[in-house]
Every structure is written in C-alpha cells, then in structure tokens.
C-alpha cells in the first residue's frame, strides 16, 4: 500500500505570493490533518478534513486554508506569505476520524525569501 | 500556550547505554500519548504510545512511562543504537481534544 504522498517537496516563494500544497492520503483513509513544524515551535496542528468537512482548525490566521476533495485528497493554500511561513508541512492521513492512528508523509519544505 | 513540552532540545548518548527523553503536558484532560520518531527528510513515524490506564507500556528496546499525578512521561531506549538518532516528539490526546498535541521535539544523537 502506497503511504502519504505530498508534494512538491521543495519549495521557494516571495513574501506576499500565495501557495498550494497537495496531500494524498493512504489509499482508503478519509481524514487528512495538516501540520506546520518550525524549529523550537515543533508541529502545530493546522487544520483536519474527514469525508470532505473541515472538522477541526488549529489558530493559524485565515491566510491558512484548506480543502478535500470526494477522493479525499487535501490540498492546503497559504495568501499572502510572510517570512514566517517558512516551515516543513506535514499532511497526515488516518482511515477514521481517530487522530492517534495517523499516517504521515514526508512533507512540504517551503521557504518563503 | 504550550500544552505538551520537551524542555531539552537535544540528548547525546552513547551507543548501549540508556535513552531517556522527557515529556511534561498541562492539560488533566489528556488520557492517551504517543511518541513519534523523525528521521531528516522523512514524516514522523509511530513508535509507541500509552493510555492514561497505565503507567507503562514496553515494546521491545522502547519503554514508555507515564507518572499521572506529576503530568510527565518518559521514553526510554535501551540499549541505544547509532539507528535510534533522529528527532522525537511526545504527543497527547483526550477528552476535550481531538486533536493531537506535540510537543517541541528532541534530538537525539546515539554515538559509537
């Protein structure tokens, strides 16, 4: 069984341009969380999909967004970058809505010049 | 408002002797906690988790503790091997959250 795939794996942005990040879960698993990880802040919870619904959001400003699609694939949109949204994003897939059984893929590198 | 905290960034222990690794949460509420494993380049991977029934739980080399009344849990490796060197993050879960919490990591180095 394939695991999380996410990509692009790199990426390089300029401040104040916008961003989509794509996440595939594990065949079968229709929750999606994402997660952003900085040195000294470790991962900090974003937001989670299951069956398409956002159901639940961490405090990250609305520039943060999401989305999930009916093949339960998630993309993940960041406006208006800051220097601050540099950071790995991870995208975690689990087959229920049970969050302990999550599955992650290897991230998103994003830096933002 | 840090709910679940590693306070040291970093651990630096030899190869077949112990690895302890701290974890202190806030939150009365969390009744179950994981640890996960980060190699670079790679998502974190589950290693090992504890509900709040116990106060341990072992698999293997890798023995979690919990201590209720003092909100902390430990990790320990033994023996440690230069393979166990990545980056390790408790997180919690429970009745008001459904969500998971992680803590800020730490790094362990396992030299030879």
């Known amino acids: 069984k394939a695991g999380v795939t996410q990509t692009p794996r790199y990426l390089i942005k300029t401040r104040g341009q916008q961003v989509t990040l794509s996440c595939s879960p594990i065949s079968g698993h229709r929750s999606v969380s994402w997660y952003q990880q900085t040195p000294g802040q470790g991962l900090q919870f974003l937001f989670e999909y299951f069956s398409e619904t956002q159901r639940n959001k961490g405090n990250f400003p609305g520039r943060f967004s999401g989305r999930q699609f009916s093949n339960s694939r998630s993309e993940m949109n960041v406006s208006t970058l800051e220097l601050g949204d540099s950071a790995l994003y991870l995208c975690?897939?689990?087959?229920?809505?049970?969050?302990?059984?999550?599955?992650f893929g290897p991230g998103t590198r994003l830096t933002v010049t | 408002d840090q709910q679940v905290k590693q306070n040291s960034p970093s651990l630096s222990v030899q190869e077949g002797r112990i690895s302890i690794l701290n974890c202190d949460y806030t939150?009365?509420?969390?009744?179950?906690f994981l640890w996960y494993k980060k190699y670079p380049a790679e998502g974190p991977t589950f290693l090992i988790s504890?509900?709040?029934?116990?106060d341990k739980n072992e698999d293997g080399r890798f023995t979690v503790f919990l201590n209720k009344s003092a909100k902390h849990l430990s990790l320990h490796i033994v023996p440690s091997q230069p393979g166990d060197s990545a980056v390790y993050f408790c997180?919690?879960?429970?009745?008001?959250?459904?969500?998971?919490?992680f803590g800020t990591g730490t790094r362990l180095q396992v030299f030879p």
């Open positions: 939150n009365s509420m969390f009744d179950y």
């Open positions: 504890i509900s709040s029934i116990k």
């Open positions: 997180a919690a879960s429970g009745y008001n959250t459904d969500k998971l919490i």
């Open positions: 975690a897939s689990s087959a229920t809505s049970d969050v302990t059984e999550q599955y």
